[in-house]
């Protein structure tokens, strides 16, 4: 009998509180309370590290969650057992007073009674019935209870279903509210870009014309000047010339003289200094509108953070930041390092996000041999440049003009003018390579000290061992997070952008901003012996 009490206690300790039933799977929490492995996964939303317990309202971490294998071993030993085991049969039960058979209920004591009990003084003015008749009239009652608390499980089951559906509702409605703010920034993003490039694009135009101009202006200076100076010479030698030879044509070269007249043209064009002017006034303009803008969302997002923070704890305040963070970053396409991280130290937090799939763009490209160093080995197919292990920086310079020296460096083949054209390049040699990837303005220089900077014409990344570093302004070195085997590079002539990205996964590394005088070429140079590039595709 008591190991049927003690096996009955037992199943009700390994019920969870959750869902009411055995223990399937179960695992103790950090604050020590046990569920259902199923039943404390869906606390809370799973995307988060904290759940909080069910009955003491802790905190724990999801990550603390660990099965409890005593009680696994419990819920199975209890599970085995036969059923009577924990249900025992009744047995006949003896008056504790009397030692007699108990035959009868008092309901106003709700005690069993012998024959001697219910004519005892104590029960003789007492209801007491049979215990089958008992049994019978407490049956039909609980028979009333079970149907009233059936008829409040169905009107809890059915506000369950309302309240989910409501709920569900409401995510809706979240979801589109996401879609809607993502799909109207994504268009101001979309204007604002278009605007940029409309606005460059006018820039570069003005900055060609006058360049077209300044040519002009030189080229017709110059030819005054060349005949300005051809008659002094006549003069300066007539005057030293015998009479005779003096006099004949004086007046011609007199009067040659006399009329000369400097014909100063127009320095900039007509009309593209009062176009700059009007690209300056709308620039103001829009550059006072996004002032403005700025100012008002920036008020605007203060009072709304302030009005939905409000009343919310600490700890959710905390975790909503960071995750608008996270969605915001995941947005983007690629994200340009910033100018004023240039010489920053913390460099290990440059975003790597993944960039549009830019094999749509990939260009062939080979190797322009007439440009080469002479001590680069180029294979046939014009795809691979090694750099010479008996390379001597002190060669002889190449006679060829197009020839770099004493820098080991090579272009691409074919230039690009327009466009967008993507190539990739693998670093293979000591230390894994060491070398400059980009491009170069087909003009640059080949002879000399070269500055491998922007202003130069170069736009470069430098890989050596561990390090890539974008080659910036001025000598600056721009320190990268990464160090990519494989280095792929998107031009945008169009848009002015040098792109480079590391081609075994296409997340981003380095944008250049750039303005491009004309034709430019793929442009590398080899820094170790040994070290070798291949282009693809």
């Given at each position: 009998?008591?190991?049927?009490?003690?096996?009955?206690?037992?199943?009700?300790?390994?019920?969870?509180?959750?869902?009411?039933?055995?223990l399937?799977?179960?695992?103790?929490?950090?604050?020590?309370?046990?569920?259902?492995?199923r039943?404390?996964?869906?606390?809370?939303?799973?995307?988060?590290?904290?759940?909080?317990?069910?009955?003491?309202?802790?905190?724990?971490?999801?990550?603390?969650?660990?099965?409890?294998w005593?009680?696994?071993?419990?819920?199975?030993?209890i599970?085995?057992?036969?059923?009577?085991?924990?249900?025992?049969?009744?047995?006949?039960?003896?008056?504790?007073?009397?030692?007699?058979?108990?035959?009868?209920?008092?309901?106003?004591?709700?005690?069993?009674?012998?024959?001697?009990?219910?004519?005892?003084?104590?029960?003789?003015?007492?209801?007491?019935?049979?215990?089958?008749?008992?049994?019978?009239?407490?049956?039909?009652?609980i028979?009333?209870?079970?149907?009233?608390?059936?008829?409040?499980?169905?009107?809890?089951?059915?506000?369950?279903?309302?309240?989910?559906?409501?709920?569900?509702?409401?995510?809706?409605?979240?979801?589109?509210?996401?879609?809607?703010?993502?799909?109207?920034?994504?268009?101001?993003?979309?204007?604002?870009?278009?605007?940029?490039?409309?606005?460059?694009a006018?820039?570069?135009?003005?900055?060609?014309?006058?360049?077209?101009?300044?040519?002009?202006?030189?080229?017709?200076?110059?030819?005054?000047l060349?005949?300005?100076?051809?008659?002094?010479?006549?003069?300066?030698?007539?005057?030293?010339?015998?009479?005779?030879?003096l006099?004949?044509?004086?007046?011609?070269?007199?009067s040659?003289?006399?009329?000369?007249?400097?014909?100063?043209?127009?320095?900039?064009?007509?009309?593209?200094?009062?176009?700059?002017?009007e690209?300056?006034?709308?620039?103001n303009?829009?550059?006072?509108?996004?002032?403005?803008?700025?100012?008002?969302?920036?008020?605007?997002k203060?009072?709304?953070?302030?009005?939905?923070?409000?009343?919310?704890?600490?700890?959710?305040?905390?975790?909503?930041?960071?995750?608008?963070?996270?969605?915001?970053?995941?947005?983007?396409?690629?994200?340009?390092?910033?100018?004023?991280?240039?010489?920053?130290?913390?460099?290990?937090?440059?975003?790597?996000?993944?960039?549009?799939?830019?094999?749509?763009?990939?260009?062939?490209?080979?190797?322009?041999?007439?440009?080469?160093?002479?001590?680069?080995?180029?294979?046939?197919?014009?795809?691979?440049?090694?750099?010479?292990?008996?390379?001597?920086s002190?060669?002889?310079?190449?006679?060829?003009?197009?020839?770099?020296?004493?820098?080991?460096c090579?272009?691409?083949?074919?230039?690009?003018?327009?466009?967008?054209?993507?190539?990739?390049?693998?670093?293979?040699?000591?230390?894994?390579?060491?070398?400059?990837v980009?491009?170069?303005?087909?003009?640059?220089?080949?002879?000399?000290h070269?500055?491998?900077?922007?202003?130069?014409?170069?736009?470069?990344?430098?890989?050596f061992?561990?390090?890539?570093?974008?080659?910036?302004?001025?000598?600056?070195?721009?320190?990268?997070?990464?160090?990519?085997?494989?280095?792929?590079?998107l031009?945008d002539?169009?848009?002015?952008?040098?792109?480079?990205?590391?081609?075994?996964?296409?997340?981003?590394?380095?944008?250049?901003?750039?303005?491009?005088p004309?034709?430019?070429?793929?442009?590398?140079?080899?820094?170790?012996?040994?070290?070798?590039?291949?282009?693809?595709?």
């Open positions: 009998m008591a190991g049927q009490q003690l096996a009955s206690h037992l199943q009700d300790e390994v019920i969870c509180s959750i869902c009411m039933d055995t399937q799977e179960p695992v103790t929490i950090h604050c020590g309370h046990t569920f259902c492995l039943c404390i996964s869906q606390i809370g939303n799973s995307s988060d590290d904290l759940l909080r317990c069910p009955l003491c309202q802790h905190y724990v971490q999801r990550s603390t969650l660990r099965p409890n005593l009680l696994v071993n419990l819920v199975e030993r599970q085995a057992m036969d059923p009577s085991e924990i249900q025992p049969e009744e047995e006949e039960m003896k008056c504790s007073k009397h030692g007699e058979r108990l035959h009868y209920f008092c309901e106003q004591d709700g005690e069993f009674l012998c024959v001697v009990c219910r004519d005892s003084k104590d029960h003789r003015s007492h209801n007491a019935i049979l215990i089958e008749e008992a049994a019978q009239i407490y049956q039909r009652q028979q009333s209870k079970m149907e009233v608390l059936l008829q409040k499980e169905k009107e809890i089951l059915l506000e369950k279903k309302r309240g989910e559906q409501k709920n569900e509702v409401f995510q809706t409605q979240v979801r589109l509210e996401k879609q809607r703010v993502e799909q109207h920034f994504q268009h101001l993003r979309q204007v604002l870009a278009k605007e940029e490039n409309f606005l460059l006018r820039l570069r135009w003005l900055e060609m014309e006058g360049a077209k101009g300044k040519k002009f202006y030189s080229i017709s200076t110059e030819a005054q060349n005949s300005l100076k051809k008659l002094i010479e006549s003069l300066t030698a007539k005057r030293q010339m015998q009479p005779r030879q006099l004949k044509d004086i007046k011609t070269l007199l040659r003289s006399e009329v000369f007249q400097f014909l100063n043209p127009t320095s900039v064009p007509e009309g593209l200094e009062k176009k700059l002017n690209a300056k006034s709308s620039h303009a829009i550059t006072e509108n996004l002032r403005k803008f700025k100012e008002n969302l920036q008020t605007e203060k009072k709304d953070e302030a009005r939905f923070l409000k009343g919310m704890d600490e700890r959710d305040k905390k975790s909503l930041v960071p995750s608008a963070l996270l969605r915001a970053r995941s947005r983007a396409s690629y994200v340009e390092v910033p100018r004023d991280r240039i010489n920053s130290e913390d460099t290990g937090n440059f975003p790597l996000v993944q960039i549009g799939d830019p094999r749509s763009d990939l260009t062939a490209v080979t190797l322009d041999a007439a440009t080469a160093h002479p001590d680069l080995i180029l294979s046939p197919d014009l795809k691979t440049a090694m750099l010479h292990r008996g390379y001597q002190d060669s002889t310079e190449p006679t060829n003009p197009e020839r770099f020296h004493p820098f080991c090579v272009l691409g083949l074919p230039g690009f003018t327009s466009g967008r054209q993507a190539w990739e390049a693998e670093l293979q040699g000591p230390e894994g390579g060491a070398s400059l980009g491009v170069a303005s087909e003009p640059v220089p080949r002879k000399g070269l500055r491998m900077e922007p202003l130069s014409g170069f736009w470069a990344l430098r890989i061992g561990p390090t890539c570093q974008a080659l910036a302004e001025h000598g600056t070195r721009v320190d990268l997070p990464v160090r990519p085997r494989k280095v792929g590079v031009v002539h169009n848009e002015g952008k040098v792109t480079f990205y590391d081609a075994t996964n296409n997340s981003h590394i380095y944008t250049f901003q750039a303005s491009f004309g034709k430019i070429c793929p442009f590398f140079r080899l820094l170790l012996q040994g070290t070798q590039i291949t282009l693809s595709p």
